[in-house]
């Protein structure tokens, strides 16, 4: 199956650059520094690598191609052990091998995506997706053909490969399907592990640890959901309360400030709305620390108490987004 077309869209309104422009490019390498670095990385604690012989190939020329690619798979060994803010990748259960896959996501164009995301998942987590989507999609599934567990020679080559090449296909099978993109088992499947570690870095009062966990669900969302869904806006204010949270603030905060402020220029949803009020509190607050003009924020925070809307005594931020999706966060 073929990486997935989809339709030229920026990633911020107002002819404004991507998001992953928006920010500092540093935070994020391209793809085959990517690879570079996480094998320098896991130098001496890693027992194997499988690598993708070939690349997924460019869309033709005007088309745009959301696409997944497992570039390497990681075999690691006996017990490893996970330290804080970790991925998934470095938590083992004692006395077993397991193979990591390393799952890219990219909007490819005439060019590679110079902004890829990724995310480490093992077996365990494509077969729980897959068994979710079954129990509930059963007629959508119908032409997948799933990996099969197998219990001698889970870490050859081949066979790492041709899960490799199954889960691909497996997750372009799913973004071309509305219902199954748009369910929770999908959304779990992209940002569980790291949400709640983030989570629990917040609670913690970690938040410096946090927030480069929930910029990666970010931009990882961002690539695959429509700018204002509501899985990317929740996210997003999520990030400005953790980088916002702290005596000082993120040095990210006023980047992902503005971008939350535009993309609510025109929400319409109703509890996506809840949110909009605190959003503008916390931006007017952060605006007064960095010694900016909060005119704006003021005069559009009086608009909407004109409006006979609460604008002053309602949640924090923070308040607001546990009321809509309750996580680990102390508040």
């Known amino acids: 199956m073929h990486p997935v077309v989809v339709g030229r869209r920026m990633a911020m309104e107002n002819g404004t650059e991507s998001i992953e422009d928006d920010l500092d490019s540093s935070a994020t390498e391209a793809f085959d520094q990517s690879t570079l670095s996480m094998k ?12 993708r012989p070939t690349r997924r190939p460019l869309p033709n020329a005007g088309d745009v191609v959301l696409c997944f690619e497992i570039p ?3 075999i690691l060994p006996t017990g490893s052990a996970a330290s804080d803010g970790q ?27 110079p902004y890829p995301t990724s995310v480490e998942r093992r077996y365990t987590h494509f077969l729980k997706l897959y068994e979710g989507l079954r129990k509930e999609q059963p007629v959508q599934l119908q032409t997948v053909c799933f990996p099969k567990k197998v219990l001698m020679g889970n870490f050859t ?5 041709e899960r490799s090449a199954a889960f691909e296909c497996f997750l372009d099978h799913i973004v071309t399907v509305p219902s199954l993109r748009d369910s929770p088992h999908f959304l779990e499947f992209l940002q569980g592990d790291e949400l709640r570690n983030a989570c629990q870095l917040l609670d913690e009062r970690r938040n410096e640890l946090a927030v480069p966990l929930l910029e990666n669900c970010f931009r990882l ?6 700018d204002k869904s509501k899985c990317v806006l929740l996210l997003l204010c999520r990030l400005v309360a953790a980088c916002t949270t702290s005596p000082i603030p993120h040095p990210s ?8 402020l535009r993309r609510y220029e025109h929400v319409c949803d109703t509890e996506l709305l809840v949110l909009y009020i605190p959003l503008l509190q916390t931006c007017l607050h952060l ?40 996580r680990a966060e102390t508040i």
């Open 221 to 226: 969302l961002n690539k695959i959901f429509l």
């Open 72 to 74: 390497l798979a990681r």
């Open 87 to 113: 991925s998934v990748s470095a938590v083992a259960a004692a006395g077993k091998k397991y193979v990591i896959y390393e799952v890219n996501v990219r909007k490819d164009g005439p060019g590679r995506d």
């Open 253 to 260: 905060a006023e980047q992902w400030a503005e971008l939350a």
């Open 157 to 161: 080559a081949e066979l790492i490969g």
């Open 287 to 326: 605006w007064w620390q960095r010694g900016r003009d909060r005119t704006l924020l003021e005069e559009r925070l009086s608009e909407m108490g004109k409006k006979g809307i609460k604008v002053k005594g309602g949640p924090t931020l923070a308040q607001a987004i546990h009321a809509l999706d309750p």
């Open 40 to 51: 320098q990385q896991t130098k001496g604690t890693v027992q194997d690598i499988w690598q």
